[in-house]
């Protein structure tokens, strides 16, 4: 059976969904395209459901064929009205996420990286990207930042999203808890700090807190961390997702040589 109209209940609640970069009422997460959906299968979230077109399913019989999950084809017009991007390639996945645990996220060598207000969801999701690049354990997204659900977030990953242990919706007082139960040193990144990141040591348990683009960090996570500035010349500050890419890099130099 192929669903043809716009109006069908299904689609209609996987638009809803993908244009407010939110789950369904299911609790799955859309996701847009043959990348995304090949990095899924390497990863750890479930594979519910594939949308594809005639033509799609043609084209990507083999990956289609490597996803166990339901397909359901719906008609080129009807696919179109429902993705939130114009370049899906006519292939569209609902995932459930995998519910990670702190332990999770902090293992044996904990490095963590902590959103702090971090909206744009280019630069949360960069900011993932590099946390897999760099060997971190985990992802903290406080209160207020990007959702892991938004499209844009999960593109700007390139499937690294699938694979790094996360928790999101997490207060200051929850984060500021457990680093100090699990003996955790918090650094947040500042450009007016008096430490500079060459002299900050980041071998030990550590959690890299990274703020929004326009607040920067927040006052609850300042009265708890080391503040760590980057080096810079002539300019006042750094992109987050750049600023907190350069200190997971330093912190993998750092543990490579110890």
């Known amino acids: 059976m192929q669903l043809t109209s716009a109006q069908n209940p299904l ?8 244009s407010a970069g939110r789950p369904t009422d299911d609790g799955l997460i ?3 395209g043959p990348h995304l959906l090949e990095e899924a299968l390497r990863g750890e979230w479930r594979i519910e459901q ?11 019989a083999d990956l289609l064929r490597d996803a166990r999950c339901e397909k359901v084809e719906v008609s080129a017009r009807a696919f179109a009205a429902l993705a939130a991007t114009e370049s899906t390639q006519e292939v569209l996945a609902l995932l459930r996420p995998r519910v990670w645990t702190w332990d999770d996220l902090t293992g044996e060598s904990p490095l963590l990286v902590v959103l702090d207000g971090v909206q744009d969801p280019g630069n949360a999701g960069t900011i993932v990207r590099s946390a897999e690049a760099f060997g971190a354990t985990g992802v903290v997204f406080l209160r ?29 007082a929850e984060l500021i808890g457990h680093m100090q139960a699990s003996n955790i040193n918090l650094h947040a990144l500042v450009q ?22 326009g607040a920067g960090i927040s ?18 500050s750094l992109n987050a997702a750049i600023a907190c890419s350069i200190a997971l890099f330093s912190a993998q130099q750092q543990r490579n040589a110890s």
């Open 11 to 18: 689609l209609k609640a996987i638009r809803r969904a993908a």
């Open 30 to 32: 859309v996701v847009e």
């Open 50 to 60: 594939i949308l594809t077109t005639p033509a799609a399913s043609t084209l990507y």
């Open 144 to 172: 207020g930042c990007a959702r892991v659900s938004n499209g844009k977030l999960l593109r700007a990953t390139a499937g690294s999203m699938f694979r790094m242990p996360f928790v999101e919706g997490v207060s200051a």
């Open 192 to 213: 007016s700090a008096p430490n500079g990141l060459p002299e900050t040591d980041l071998r030990d348990k550590c959690a890299l807190a990274v703020g929004g683009e």
């Open 219 to 236: 006052d609850a996570i300042l009265a708890e961390a080391q503040t760590v500035r980057i080096p810079t010349r002539n300019v006042e």
